[in-house]
């Protein structure tokens, strides 16, 4: 499935990672993300693009070292969703999120530290605290896709799917369907109702919890389940 990659500043902008690419971190005219700081070096690291596999983080031998999660990089390290990462007193937030989220609720996810914003130009984030959502957007692929990035990425939460007179949820534990509701069903059969039928528009709350578990067995297996339920609903 496809996703998109970010990295969120401490000062809630976001910088959107394209595939196939290098970024350079540093405080050189010539490098795509300038952090203007002097623990930083002219340059001091890199994220690099792997074909089909993600994004690796490079230390370019630096003078203060960079921070993957709070521990000094030794060695070239694979980023994982919701990883944070220091290039001197500059911390970013790595998320990868899927298509047609808005990167503008990313706003919440952004790492807690008091910092200078030394960030290159980026989409400017809007604080969605009173929403209280992880992320936002539009359905654009569909329901299937929307679940094998949760199971892609193993969250754990509730993913709340709106329209006109519409309303439902899934909730997910390390990206396994576990409850879901919609228009009066509970489990496998409002799963597939919101499968035939999504609302247009989606927001994940990380780490919601359901009062009731309606849902068991492997992702996969329910996802199998679903799909054969939505064909015999269009016949």
Same mark, same amino acid.
């Given at each position: 499935?496809?996703?998109?990659?970010?990295?969120?500043?401490? =000062?809630?902008? #976001?910088?959107?990672?394209?595939? +196939? &690419?290098?970024? $350079?971190?540093?405080?050189?005219?010539?490098?795509?993300?300038?952090?203007?700081?002097?623990?930083?070096? &002219? @340059?001091?690291?890199?994220?690099?693009?792997?074909?089909?596999?993600?994004?690796?983080?490079?230390?370019?031998?630096?003078?203060?070292? !960079?921070?993957?999660?709070?521990? &000094?990089?030794?060695?070239?390290?694979?980023?994982?969703?919701?990883?944070?990462?220091?290039?001197?007193?500059?911390?970013? /937030?790595?998320?990868?999120?899927?298509?047609? =989220?808005?990167?503008?609720?990313?706003?919440?996810? =952004?790492?807690?530290?008091?910092?200078?914003?030394?960030?290159?130009? +980026? !989409?400017?984030?809007? %604080?969605? =605290?009173?929403?209280?959502?992880?992320? $936002?957007?539009?359905?654009?692929?569909?329901?299937?896709?929307?679940?094998?990035?949760?199971?892609?990425? @193993? @969250?754990?939460? &509730?993913?709340?799917?709106?329209?006109? +007179?519409?309303?439902?949820?899934?909730? $997910?534990?390390? +990206?396994?369907?576990?409850?879901?509701?919609?228009?009066? /069903?509970?489990?496998?059969?409002?799963?597939?109702?919101?499968? #035939?039928?999504?609302?247009?528009?989606?927001?994940?709350?990380?780490?919601? @919890?359901?009062?009731?578990?309606?849902?068991?067995?492997?992702?996969?297996?329910?996802?199998?389940? !679903?799909?054969?339920?939505? %064909?015999?609903?269009?016949?």
């Amino acid at each position: 499935m496809q996703v998109e990659y970010f990295l969120v500043s401490a =000062a809630r902008r #976001s910088h959107r990672l394209r595939s +196939g &690419r290098t970024y $350079t971190f540093g405080r050189d005219l010539t490098v795509d993300i300038r952090c203007d700081d002097a623990l930083v070096s &002219r @340059k001091h690291a890199e994220l690099r693009w792997v074909d089909d596999e993600g994004w690796d983080l490079v230390d370019l031998e630096s003078r203060n070292g !960079v921070m993957l999660n709070n521990v &000094r990089i030794t060695r070239t390290c694979r980023l994982e969703d919701g990883d944070q990462l220091q290039v001197g007193g500059q911390v970013f /937030k790595f998320q990868i999120l899927p298509t047609g =989220a808005d990167p503008a609720s990313l706003g919440d996810q =952004a790492p807690q530290i008091s910092t200078v914003e030394t960030m290159g130009p +980026g !989409v400017s984030l809007n %604080d969605l =605290a009173t929403q209280g959502a992880t992320f $936002t957007g539009q359905l654009t692929d569909g329901l299937f896709e929307m679940l094998q990035y949760l199971m892609q990425t @193993k @969250k754990s939460g &509730r993913l709340d799917l709106l329209g006109p +007179g519409a309303f439902g949820s899934v909730w $997910t534990l390390a +990206g396994n369907p576990i409850h879901a509701t919609f228009a009066g /069903k509970k489990g496998i059969d409002a799963l597939a109702e919101l499968a #035939s039928k999504p609302p247009p528009r989606f927001a994940f709350h990380t780490d919601m @919890k359901p009062d009731e578990t309606t849902l068991s067995g492997s992702a996969n297996a329910i996802l199998m389940e !679903v799909a054969r339920m939505v %064909d015999e609903l269009k016949r």
